[in-house]
């Protein structure tokens, strides 16, 4: 059936703000964002980067599934949900694939990965000395001193170390994720949450009991207070950094959007919706250690320091340790065995910038499946993101 097709939609073809995660209605709603939220904008670079283009058959290479049987590469993306995926190689396109609804210019959300473009973000006005990770939170939000983040510093925001009363399970309808996503944007509607909007649900966050910085515990609301930090260190709203600092010198090809609560607060934990490509250049910028475009865009020591310090024992504490390798530093995910540098940001449904520095290789995908986090798949993807990688580096004739 055709999602909001019709005059009006038949009710089974409606989508709204109460459905647009779940299937068939997440494919209309995650590439359509700004019909449903309010946003606000991203333009496009004036002077769009150019990305080179050197054509492959990787979409008929076979790739082993967990069972050991072999698929095309194609038969996998259409089978698992996949909307849109590209591969870059030494900074060329040698694959780019759409499932025929969503286009080159069609944006899509990259739910979690938003986290890491706040990190990025982060790391400019650090190097700028406009902001430190090691100062205490509330040094920079007082409004946050009798909440869970009232001890917590800068750089707990970053690595998801913070230890706050929160659980996020997505999958749970009374959960404490979907109370807040009902606290400050008003969907889902609940008779039992007060719409507050974003900065006074985060006030409202309490402490876990631990110690900042003793164990990974992946918690959204983090990311939500670190872009209210970087809006008062830099006295700038939050989607015009992104849009200065990112945006503009990564010559963004196309527009993008970021999802704002009922108060006009950025929801900058996962609100950012792009497109492909553009997600792809900002995986190129991190490849090259934060140089693209003839810029120095993120700051090369930043990135140093995400592939070499992230805290092994805080992650293997945390509940995630047995479904990705991690750990995770600066809201990103550290793949690689040893130190090889490898990362990803990762975001709910199936998004993924994938980024293996060894291999000059960066894949991105835009996915809309049917759980928000599924275990089998991260590692499926982990793999299949790896033999890819390791397929170009072998210089295989694709």
């Not at 650090?126 to 869970?148: F, M, T, W």
Request: with cysteine.
């Amino acid at each position: 059936m055709r999602m909001m097709h019709g005059f009006p939609p038949e009710p089974e073809a409606q989508v709204t703000t109460e459905n647009w995660r779940l299937p068939p209605q997440s494919r209309w709603g995650f590439c359509n964002m700004r019909q449903l939220f309010p946003t606000a904008g991203l333009t496009r670079s004036s002077c769009p980067s150019h990305l080179l283009e050197r054509p492959s058959d990787l979409a008929q290479v076979l790739l082993l599934n967990r069972v050991g049987v072999e698929r095309p590469l194609d038969t996998i993306l259409r089978e698992e949900n996949t909307n849109g995926f590209i591969v870059l190689h030494k900074g060329k396109i040698v694959m780019e694939w759409y499932d025929g609804f969503l286009k080159s210019n069609t944006l899509h959300t990259v739910q979690s990965i938003s986290k890491s473009i706040a990190a990025l973000v982060a790391g400019i006005l650090i190097e700028r000395k406009c902001l430190s990770d090691q100062a205490n939170v509330i040094d920079y939000i007082p409004e946050l001193a009798h909440s869970g983040f009232g001890s917590a510093k800068v750089r707990h925001l970053l690595d998801m170390t913070t230890s706050l009363a929160f659980n996020e399970d997505l999958a749970d309808p009374n959960g404490d994720s979907v109370k807040f996503r009902s606290a400050t944007t008003g969907t889902p509607k609940r008779e039992d949450v007060k719409v507050i909007g974003l900065r006074k649900a985060l006030q409202q966050i309490g402490h876990g009991g631990g110690a900042h910085g003793d164990r990974f515990h992946y918690v959204t609301a983090n990311t939500d207070v670190l872009g209210w930090v970087l809006e008062r260190a830099s006295g700038r709203p939050y989607v015009e950094l992104v849009q200065e600092l990112l945006w503009d010198p990564l010559g963004a090809e196309h527009e993008a959007c970021l999802l704002l609560d009922v108060y006009a607060a950025p929801r900058a934990g996962g609100g950012i919706s792009m497109t492909l490509r553009d997600l792809a250049r900002v995986g190129e910028m991190i490849r090259c250690m934060g140089s693209f475009n003839n810029h120095q865009i993120v700051p090369k020591r930043w990135l140093q320091d995400m592939l070499a310090n992230g805290d092994k024992e805080a992650w293997a504490r945390g509940p995630r340790s047995g479904v990705i390798k991690g750990p995770y530093r600066s809201n990103f995910y550290l793949l690689g065995a040893g130190n090889e540098p490898l990362l990803a940001g990762i975001g709910s449904y199936g998004q993924w910038l994938y980024v293996d520095i060894a291999r000059d290789t960066v894949i991105a995908r835009f996915a809309s499946e049917s759980v928000g986090t599924d275990p089998i798949r991260l590692s499926d993807w982990q793999r299949i993101f790896y033999s890819i990688a390791c397929q170009l580096d072998s210089k295989v004739n694709l």
